[in-house]
Structures are given as structure tokens and as C-alpha cells.
DNA sequence: AGCCGAATGTGATTTTGTAACATGACGCAG
DNA sequence: CTGCGTCATGTTACAAAATCACATTCGGCT
């Protein structure tokens, strides 16, 4: 199920792990009857790709120059789409979206976002859910949603800059 | 210090509350040389008297009425200085801002946002903060700031919802 | 008075995100 | 095969959020 922490941060075949995720990604729609149509199967193909966050504009820039719609409903319906259905994450801090590494486990995951490279990182979330469940349980809260979002330095750039 | 969590949920004196943060905020800033001028004073007390987040087109609107400036720099530069040296706090799952009910704490805590009427709570986010920083170190990042916010129902609308 | 830096005012622009409606593709009932 | 309902896409226009650039004002200081 849940694969050793393939971690965005280190070294890793990248276009294996990003063929490898869309694989798994258009399986999983198949098996739940969803459409991964093309736009949205190229718009989870760019944000796996670019392994990073990308901004809507940005993957709409991308879409017009392949010769789909150039208008922002078309990227922002099909980035939509994949984060209804847990194929891509919507990262507040940065209006931005990236693909998920983990399709299918229905989680939501803590990011690290590298602010220098903009690389982002999904985080084993049980620790810091549980922790959180606590503190709205404590007010009496009901958590429906969270968002967990860790600005900071990526250990190639925490390298980079400390030299 | 920290006051017995006052969660904004909790039925309260509300005028007594804000008067009071204020009141605070205004010693804590004249202690660090900071300067409240009168744009920042009222959106720290606007802020403080909504109880919930407001975003920075209304927090203009209010100005505008006022006589201060109607273009948008003036309220955005005024909730910059305010989140800035912690007086208020930046919700971005909502565009929108909340008052600091800790000032002077140099705490990043965790917000308990309502979906349905709004309001904001901080809650103690030390707990979340431990889970956070070890899930940053197992993939060797370096985190700096965090963003938790976490979506749900305030006790009341809870109540509300059930009937 | 004269100067300086911080804060404010103002106009214009950029960036991000939606609403509303028209068109086209597909499956299926008749 | 025809007509119909549904979903996806395309396109126009617009709204909301945020920033840039520059002029002006206000304190404190010399
Ligand atoms: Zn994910
Ligand atoms: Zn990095
Ligand atoms: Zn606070
Ligand atoms: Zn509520």
C-alpha cells in the first residue's frame, strides 16, 4: 500500500516516479469509474512531471500551447477535478497545486514546501492529525478538514545555502 | 502568561475581550517601539471586535467609511504590519485575517476555522508543532514556519446543525 | 527653517479565481 | 437512426485578491 516514503526531496529516477504514480493514477480512476480525460490526464502529467507546485496560469499556459482551451476554467475544472478525487493537492500558501505521490489513500497529508525551489513534499500526517484532533476535541471542535502546510529548506538547497 | 484558553467559541464578555487584547497589544507596541498609528490601531480593533476573520476588502470598506484611504494598499499594508509583529494572523485557506488573541507570544498556532459562521479560535499548538517538526526531520527538511488550519464546526453551529 | 525616513494616499495594473452560457461528445431509450 | 440527457469542454465576461509605482504628508532631528 503505502510505498517506503519516496520522499520528493531525495534522489530519485524521476521520470519512473512519475510514470509510475500516473500509472497508478489512471487505474485507480478506471477502478471508481472516473474519467481521466485528457485534459486532466496531461494536467496530472504536467504537476507529476514538474515534481513541484504549480500555479493554475501556469498549467493553463501549458494546455493553450498544446492546443486545448486557453481560458482559466479549463485549468482551474481539471485541477479541480483532481483534487475532488485525490490525485493532486491544493497548497493554500502558495495558490498553487501539486500532484499527489500517494493516489487512492484518501489522506490529507502534511507539506513541506522548499521556499527556495519550490519542491513539496507530502509528510506522513498521523502524528500531527491525531495531535490536532486533540486540540479541536479539547474546544469542541469538529475537524471536518485540515490543512497542514510546512514552509522551510529542503535538504539540497539546507545544503546549497550552507555553503 | 497564557491565559486560560479563551477560545473564541466559548460565550464571553466579547467587548471586554477585545477591549482588553487591545489594550495589550497597545503596551506590547509601545514596549518594542512599534508604532500603532491610528489605521493600524482601528483594523487591530476592527479585527478584534468581528471575532472571526475578515478579509481585506471589508477590512477596507470599514476604512474607507472611516475617511482613512479607499484604495487597497491602506488595508493591506496596515494587516501587514499587524501580522508581522504578531498582532494579527493570516488565515490563507480564507484570504482573510483574525486578530491575535495572544499577542506577544511569538507563537504560529493552530487555527479551528467554522465553516459555517466564520469565527476563529487559536488553539495550543505545541502538541501539533512536535508532530509537525519530527515528520520535517525524518525527511531531513528544515522547517521555519508552519501553516495548520483546520476546517469544521464551532461548537454552536454544531449545536445548530443537530436540530 | 530644512532635512530625512516612515507612513499614508492614490491611481493603475497584475494575479487569481468564478459565473454564465454555448458547443460538442457519448450513452441510451424509443 | 434519432432524439434526449448528461457530462466535459470551450469561450466570454467578470469578480476578487494582491501588488506596483509614485506623490504627499507627518514626525522627529539638526
Ligand atoms: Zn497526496
Ligand atoms: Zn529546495
Ligand atoms: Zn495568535
Ligand atoms: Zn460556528
Redesign the pocket.
Known sequence: MTQPETLAFHAHDHAHCAGDTLARAEALAAEQGL?L????RRVLQLLLEAHRAM???EVLDRLAAEG???????A???LEFLVENGFAHRLHRL?AFAACMHPGEDHSPVFLICRSCDAVAEAPADPVRRALAEAGEAAGFAIERMTVEAMGLCPACRAAEAA
Chains 1, 2 share one sequence.
Open positions: 474519467r480525460t485528457p485534459v486532466r500555479g493554475a496560469y486545448f482551451g486557453n481560458q482559466p476554467p479549463v482551474y475544472r481539471a495558490n
